[in-house]
């Protein structure tokens, strides 16, 4: 399975930008879907996640701004990004794995498919 993001790009603190990751084939039940970020210098850290059983989870700093979700029937991870705050700049990632994480889904080492990521910059 491949997986590619897309809709980053530059906006001003308070914008908000919709990211996107289309799968190359359709991801079987049960699964995991999670979004991550990075900045250069820092560890890789889970900023969201949906479950084929439809339960979702945020990092403390972004819940009540960003929204996960997942279209089946498009096969396409949404994530939607309000109230963008500089320290939400990074390169983020779409991750998926054919098991249900729940409260692992932080853990990298457990996904197995990757996108390359989209740049997120969000200026003062």
């Known amino acids: 399975v491949q997986l590619v993001e897309s809709g980053g790009g530059s906006v001003q603190a308070g914008g908000s930008l919709r990211l996107s990751c289309m799968a190359s084939?359709?991801?079987?039940?049960?699964?995991?879907m999670a979004w991550f970020r990075q900045v250069p210098g820092k560890e890789r850290e889970g900023v969201s996640y949906?479950?084929?059983?439809?339960?979702?989870r945020y990092a403390d700093s972004v819940r009540g701004r960003f929204t996960v979700a997942h279209d089946s029937a498009q096969n396409i991870l949404y994530l939607r990004m309000n109230s963008l705050k500089p320290e939400d700049t990074a390169k983020y990632y779409c991750?998926?794995?054919?098991?249900?994480?729940?409260?692992?889904?932080?853990?990298?080492?457990?996904?197995?498919?990757w996108g390359q990521g989209t740049q997120v910059t969000v200026s003062a």
């Open positions: 084939e359709y991801i079987t039940s049960p699964y995991s």
């Open positions: 949906i479950s084929s059983d439809s339960f979702t």
């Open positions: 991750a998926a794995v054919n098991m249900i994480l729940g409260a692992l889904w932080t853990n990298q080492e457990q996904y197995s498919f």
